[in-house]
């Protein structure tokens, strides 16, 4: 039997859940601009006060519910990002659902779950509540890609990613099952306990489990093979949701990524490091190559967010646990110039008109200095230049490489890098020093964005400038891995 | 099952385990929707009897029950409801090159996979659960045991996987407000 | 105690914030206020802990504070720090306290201008930077601040950016300082690397003092050098001085606190802040005394057949940073670090009587258009008249005090000899000649403008005028603080200095010089040949040696411009080709012209049309097009089917398998 007690440890997740059925309801008895507000409202205190609760728990770790399910810092760090995500989303989708006329109530409500989907995920070392966690999140995303009904291509992402992650799932499960298989355990400390008495190594069952793994996860991260359904998904959707899946899902299928292979495959690091290694470089190349050629704002900056998550992998592949906290800095990093720039995005479009044409941020510089600026803050950082945290971040998950000895492929994130900044300043240039092509109307201004883009200004600077709190913090949410 | 012959069990499962592939080929290949339903049909049938050989009984009933029953009667319907118009579209070429290529390298990805439990030799831990046990207490206990005792959360969470579906559902059907 | 010390830069940045980010749609008198306040907060805070060293004895007089970690990597740590001790506060009540008069005064000067908020977010942002350049306790903040007053005074210069002349000077100025900054830097990188071989990972000032027997006396005049690089660019010596001149184009105000009074004196602060190396390497010491006297020598020459006010004030800062550095190349910091202190006051109070004729005269600077202007602008006549006697060295005012002191110890330290005093003396002579050439051109004498200009000419308005006479006060009464014993004073500047400089070392034994000044001075000595006396009266006679010529040089100048107008043009005939040479300040401009920047400009047009052109951008070019190739080549493969799209992933599985099942052994 479970403890009652136990349920104290989750609170933020009965808050989620509890705050998403009080949207479904409120979105269900009333309509119009007004509900909209107040679900928007609601959701803003329910992610803060879930925020709270989190941080509350920072520094516990137990199991609980029969180990299906943990606390610990490094859950609790990825919860953190998560909520810090939604808060930030919810912000920006004020006046967007407005704007667009999606149903706020199932919005906000699905922005929940799929929140709640991604704290199962991460914070649990066993396969069943990390799939189930997973699949929610999915789940969520693929109706929130699909919400704009009337745009022909929103309805298309949301097929596609469905169809697409459908598929991915398939492999994911096949693997747990074929690991399940050849080993009868489904519990990652188990696991590990039992790899490092046991050589199942030669168990090609075992290994192909694994295989299926990465070909799962890869598909959430958007890895190269798998990242194909990136750029349409992210240009259907609607862009607060791009900014959503580029950030939360993002962090979260890494973060179970990382919990999954650190905590029990580590010792068979030989094994997978050479066909990650191929990835992560495929991903960080045809990532950013592919981004050269793009004239579409919102592509660009999903191919921009494959090439990160290759990034990420070089510091993923090293296994050097005393580095594994340069990933968790990297996603918080990415988290703040990713939903800025988003952001950036959305106060350019109009309802049915996203404007996400290279072209339509022509003279910006000139017409809303405010927001230009922004926007070349965002994407300076995207571009790894100090003093912002994007280079910061960058130069964590490179030293990890090079202090594992992975030259190579330290020095092909740097190239690749200095192609990423092509693409970055082409946006700056085309903002400062282009005269507008075609008239632009008003553009959607709203205190809330300016807040938005304030907060993620501010946290640029500040981790990109004082990074060692949250270094710290991030190495102190990895020690599970020690 | 128990009593049941290995050699017996190992000539059952060989028989469903080809049918059950060759009607889900047979599903996918299908031009008339309700021929591939029907051939779904079959498919959870097999897969419904691999179950019962491997002591699930529970679970092979509720396939039969869940899948082959209600779902797929749920396809049936809302194919009729629909109503494509068949012969109409385009035939596509029977062997096109694309075609070939895809079911290449799904035999290809099959093979490997077999390939890898082929080389399977039994090193995992073998679970509580033994034949013997699930017999004398009972399947439907043994997972009313699990399902609420040891794996409740994950209940739990799987419950909101479905009522988040429901949401969807709800939501993408719901009528276009102009 | 020492916890609120960071606050002295933070008020300045504080207000460069509120002005440069809020400010878009403030009043100018809500910006004029934010500006002024914020450094006046500074000189408050500045002057609080003045008072609080009053009370400690003098080794408790240094407050360390850090605030942060900065750079952690690996055995090296750098923090953002900040020391005040006896030197930086001075520095910083200098900075703080001439700043906020500056600041108060630009808000009448710059009343009418366009671009009144850049100009008071700049100039904030100087101050920040000046602070954190005095008052930070190693050399990584300390070049940051470098840097950062460098980029102000670059923008400041380039104020009116729309006139060629004003941008070309801003781009003089910053490439100029690039080349001593760049001295600065490998100054660094070598001290750090020899003090790391020893085991020592320190930029901290306390500890560069404890280390400094680490270094061989070979290094550490390398080093020095280096770091005096740097100062020359920053404070402009020779060879690098000719951005100061041309730095003039920049407001009146900016001349003053930048030009005159702060940041071109952040060389001698910088040399005095790290004397524990200086004393280790006399060659360096020497190099420095004799660059000085050069600089300041043939700048107050220059000086002397210039025209534009500004430009011979310009000049005369030139020379008078060559006196200080003297000071400094003497070993006599605390000597230096005097001069620096009075010249801001009254060069900072010529540059802001040179803005207030400018105001008078709608914006005339050539002195020959100038004349008779006494009656009409008193204030600042009087105020100008205070600051130009202070500087030519008349008794009693706050130069004669700091020039004496310097020119006295070219003499008597080690190393020196009768030669440098000469030159010292004559520039002091020059010096009160072209002041008061440019004093009678100015203020006495015919009108010589246009008449349209005579009519407008008025007195500035009360901002401006306080901040002249509050200067004018301080250069009166500013060299009390360093009366030299000799004339019945205790030179308590010095012994204020003394925790930062030590003991002033011993002077040299006379009879060391070749020409030997203290003999003559004994033989006028009434009594016995003991040791003080000896010394007493070599001073006393050079310190009247030194009067005399001064006042000749002024009497020269009356002589030239008021009692006989006509004699300078006579002057100018017969001696056509010096003039010449002079007024053109030597064609350095020229010479550096010809050499350095032609040069430069041919192999810069060298590598741009082959090397960069061809090579480079060939590559360049070739990369990008196959890049972009290949972009265009993968975005074919991303064609919006779904099928396509599971066959890729199919694939990777594929692909990913066989890598996992190769394992196999």
Redesign the interface.
């Known amino acids: 039997?479970?403890p009652a007690s136990e349920f104290k440890w989750i609170l933020p997740e009965i808050i989620l859940?509890g705050w998403a059925l009080v949207l479904?309801l409120i979105g269900g008895f009333s309509k119009g601009a007004l509900s909209s507000r107040i679900s928007g409202i609601l959701c803003l205190v329910g992610s803060f006060s879930a925020l709270f609760c989190t941080l509350n728990l920072w520094g516990v770790n137990i199991d609980i519910?029969?180990k299906?399910?943990t606390i610990d810092d490094y859950g609790t760090f990825l919860k953190v990002v998560f909520l810090i995500v939604l808060t930030l989303v919810t912000i920006i989708s004020f006046r967007y659902t407005e704007r667009e006329?999606i149903?706020s109530g199932?919005y906000y409500?699905?922005l929940m779950?799929g929140v709640?989907g991604m704290m199962?995920m991460v914070s649990s070392h066993?396969f069943?509540?990390i799939f189930?966690?997973l699949?929610?999140m999915s789940?969520?995303i693929?109706?929130l890609c699909?919400?704009l009904?009337?745009n022909v291509k929103s309805v298309e992402a949301?097929?596609?990613y469905f169809?697409?992650g459908a598929?991915?799932t398939a492999?994911l499960l096949?693997g747990i099952a074929?690991i399940?298989?050849?080993?009868?355990?489904l519990d990652l400390v188990e696991l590990k306990r039992?790899l490092l008495t046991?050589q199942?190594?030669?168990?090609?069952?075992f290994?192909?489990?694994?295989?299926?793994l990465?070909?799962g996860f890869?598909?959430k991260i958007a890895s190269?093979?798998?990242h194909?359904?990136t750029?349409?998904v992210y240009q259907g959707a609607p862009t607060s949701i791009t900014a959503y899946m580029a950030t939360g899902v993002k962090a979260a299928a890494f973060g179970a990524l990382v919990r999954v292979f650190y905590t029990a495959l580590l010792p068979f690091i030989?094994?997978?490091s050479?066909?990650l290694w191929?990835?992560a470089v495929l991903t960080m190349c045809?990532g950013n190559?592919?981004?050269?050629?793009?004239r579409d704002v919102k592509r660009l900056l999903a191919y921009s967010s494959i090439a990160h998550a290759g990034y990420i992998l070089v510091a993923f592949i090293t296994g050097d646990r005393e580095f594994t906290s340069s990933i968790l800095f990297y996603l918080l990093v990415y988290t703040f110039m990713n939903i800025g720039a988003f952001t950036v995005v959305i106060m350019l479009g109009r309802n049915g008109e996203e404007n996400t044409d290279i072209d339509s941020y022509a003279g910006l510089g000139v017409r809303r200095p405010f927001i230009a600026l922004c926007m070349s803050i965002f994407l300076l950082s995207l571009a790894g230049i100090p003093p912002l945290a994007g280079f910061a971040g960058k130069f964590y998950v490179i030293s990890a490489a090079v202090k594992s000895q992975y030259y190579w492929l330290a020095v092909i994130a740097v190239l690749n890098s200095v192609?990423a900044a092509?693409y970055y300043l082409r946006i700056i240039t085309n903002m400062y020093f282009k005269e507008p092509i075609r008239e632009l109307g008003v553009i959607d201004d709203a205190p809330q964005y300016g807040f938005v883009m304030l907060v993620c200004v501010w946290a640029l600077f500040h981790m990109g400038i004082?990074p060692?709190m949250f270094i710290l913090l991030a190495q102190q949410a990895t020690r599970i891995f020690l | 099952m128990i009593g049941i012959d290995i050699g017996f069990k190992w000539f059952i499962f060989v028989v469903t385990a080809l049918l059950a592939t060759g009607s889900s080929l047979m599903m996918v290949t299908r031009k008339n929707p309700i021929h591939s339903a029907l051939w779904l049909i079959v498919t959870f049938f097999s897969i419904a009897i691999i179950y019962v050989l491997l002591n699930a009984t529970f679970i092979a009933v509720a396939q039969v029950m869940v899948y082959a029953g209600a779902i797929m009667m749920l396809v049936l319907f809302v194919i009729m409801l629909i109503h494509l118009e068949w012969g109409k579209a385009q035939p596509a070429p029977k062997y096109s090159f694309p075609k070939l290529m895809g079911g290449l390298i799904t035999v290809m990805f099959f093979l490997q996979v077999l390939a890898g439990i082929m080389a399977y030799t039994n090193i995992g831990k073998k679970d509580t659960y033994t034949p013997e046990m699930l017999a004398s207490m009972g399947n439907t206990q043994a997972i009313g045991t699990l399902l609420y005792g040891k794996y409740v959360f994950a209940f739990e969470i799987a419950s909101i996987l479905l009522l988040v579906g429901i949401i969807g559902a709800v939501v993408l059907a719901k009528k276009i407000k102009d | 105690m020492a916890d609120y010390i960071w606050l002295i830069p933070v008020f300045p940045a504080i207000g460069f914030l509120i002005n440069g980010l809020l400010g878009i749609k403030f009043p100018k008198t809500l910006t004029a206020w934010v500006a002024c306040l914020s450094v006046f907060c500074s000189f408050v805070v500045s002057a609080i802990i003045f008072k609080q060293f009053l009370d400690l004895p003098a080794e408790a007089r240094v407050f360390e504070m850090t605030a942060f970690d900065w750079i952690v990597s690996g055995d090296f740590s750098t923090q953002i720090a900040f020391r005040i001790d006896a030197l930086s506060i001075i520095m910083c009540l200098i900075v703080s306290g001439v700043g906020s008069l500056i600041h108060v005064y630009s808000v009448g000067y710059m009343h009418g201008e366009a671009g009144f908020r850049r100009f008071f977010t700049y100039l904030n942002l100087f101050v920040f930077m000046m602070l954190i350049l005095v008052t930070a306790d190693n050399l990584l903040l300390m070049f940051v601040g470098w840097e950062g007053v460098g980029l102000c005074s670059y923008l400041l210069i380039g104020y009116y950016y729309e006139k060629d002349s004003a941008a070309n000077a801003g781009k003089k100025a910053f490439i100029v300082n690039r080349i001593g900054d760049l001295g600065f830097l490998l100054g660094v990188f070598l001290l750090v690397t020899t003090l790391a071989s020893n085991g020592v990972w320190t930029l901290k000032y306390s500890e560069l003092q404890a280390n400094a027997h680490l270094l061989t006396p070979a290094l550490a005049m390398a080093i020095t050098l280096l770091f005096f690089l740097g100062a020359t660019g920053k404070s402009a010596q020779i060879p690098l001085y000719v951005w100061l001149p041309d730095a003039m184009e920049g407001p009146t105000p900016v001349s003053s606190l930048i030009h005159a009074a702060t940041m071109v004196t952040a060389g001698v602060y910088m040399i005095a802040r790290l004397n524990f190396f200086y004393t280790m390497a006399p060659t360096t010491l020497l190099v420095i005394t004799i660059i000085g006297l050069l600089t300041a020598f043939f700048a107050a020459t220059i000086g002397c057949a210039q025209y534009d006010i500004k430009r011979v004030l310009a000049y005369s800062t030139v020379s008078q940073l060559g006196y200080m550095f003297v000071g400094v190349g003497a070993g006599a910091y605390a000597a230096g670090i005097f001069h620096l202190m009075t010249h801001a006051f009254f060069k900072g109070l010529l540059f802001l009587g040179a803005g207030s004729v400018m105001h008078a005269m709608s914006g005339e600077l050539d002195m020959r258009k100038m004349g008779g202007l006494r009656k009409k602008i008193p204030i600042t006549y009087w105020t100008c008249f205070i600051a130009c006697l202070a500087i030519a060295g008349v008794p009693g005012l706050s130069g004669f005090f700091s020039k004496d002191e310097i020119l006295w110890m070219t003499y008597s330290r080690n190393g020196a000899n009768i030669w440098f005093w000469l030159f010292g003396a004559a520039t002091a002579g020059l010096t009160a000649f072209y002041m008061f050439r440019m004093f009678f051109n100015t203020f006495h004498g015919t009108c010589r403008a246009s008449e349209e200009v005579k009519h407008h000419i008025h007195e500035s308005p009360k901002v401006m005028t306080i901040p002249l006479m509050v200067l004018a006060v301080l250069s009166l009464v500013g060299g009390y603080v360093g009366v030299p014993h000799l004339l019945g004073g205790s030179n308590y500047i010095e012994k204020w200095l003394e925790p930062v400089f030590g003991h002033a070392p011993a002077p040299a034994a006379q009879s060391m010089h070749a020409f030997d000044l203290s003999v003559i001075g004994n033989a006028f000595a009434s009594s016995g040949a003991s040791g003080t006396v000896h010394e007493t009266s070599a001073e006393l006679y050079l310190m009247i040696a030194a009067i005399v010529i001064g006042l000749s040089g002024i009497f020269i100048a009356w002589l030239f411009y008021v009692k006989n107008p006509e004699l300078p043009k006579k002057f100018v005939k017969k001696f056509d080709g010096l003039f010449n040479l002079v007024h053109n300040k030597y064609f350095v401009d020229e010479i550096y012209g010809f050499i350095f920047v032609n040069n430069l400009f041919r192999l810069g047009n060298l590598c741009k049309n082959f090397f960069d052109e061809k090579i480079i951008d060939g590559i360049i070019n070739g990369t990008a097009s196959l890049v972009a190739g290949m972009g265009g080549l993968l975005r074919r493969l991303q064609n919006g089917l779904v099928q396509g799209y599971a066959f890729a992933m199919i694939l990777g599985a594929i692909f990913v398998l066989y890598f996992m099942i190769r394992m196999i052994p």
């Open positions: 039997m479970i859940t479904l519910f029969n299906l399910y006329g149903a199932e409500s699905l779950f709640l199962v066993h069943i509540t189930i966690g699949e929610v789940l969520s693929y109706i699909g919400l009904r009337n949301s097929l596609k169809l697409l598929f991915a492999f096949y074929l399940y298989g050849s080993t009868g355990i039992y046991k199942p190594f030669a168990v090609t069952m290994l192909a489990g694994i295989g299926l990465i070909v890869g598909f190269v093979p798998f194909m359904w750029p349409d030989c094994g997978w050479t066909i191929v990835i045809i190559i592919t981004a050269l050629v793009q192609v092509y004082f060692r």
